[in-house]
């Protein structure tokens, strides 16, 4: 079994910095791809930012130059560091990652529980 477990989320006010942290757990070989998406209300879940296991990363337009995606690859945890959060910033925001357990089998598309954001204006 594999888990994926975010924290860091909460109520900030506009302007504000939160850091979302996503641990992965389980009988994990390794762990490829790690990301970050996000659903606001209404909307459908989008790319927030990725890293890969050699530390290549990408961004979303919106969020280039105040978010900062990170992981430690020894605990198998990705960061979000967020600042000069907008209100527009407000949504679940969820944990991606593409695993191979050691058993061989590959979860290519497995996904956290979420953790909320709120940015107030």
């Known amino acids: 079994q594999v888990h994926l477990v975010e924290s860091g989320g909460g109520l900030v006010q506009a302007g504000g910095s939160l850091r979302l942290s996503c641990a992965a757990s389980g009988s994990i070989f390794s762990i490829n791809v790690m990301g970050w998406y996000r659903q606001a209300p209404g909307k459908q879940r989008e790319l927030v930012a990725v890293i890969t296991s050699g530390g290549g990363t990408y961004y979303t337009d919106s969020v280039k130059g105040r978010f900062t995606i990170s992981r430690d690859n020894a605990k198998n945890t990705v960061y979000l560091q967020m600042i000069s959060l907008k209100p527009e910033d407000t949504a679940v925001y969820y944990c991606?990652?593409?695993?191979?357990?050691?058993?061989?089998?590959?979860?290519?598309?497995?996904w956290g529980q979420g953790t909320q954001v709120t940015v107030s204006s």
């Open positions: 991606n990652a593409d695993i191979t357990r050691y058993d061989g089998r590959r979860l290519r598309d497995y």
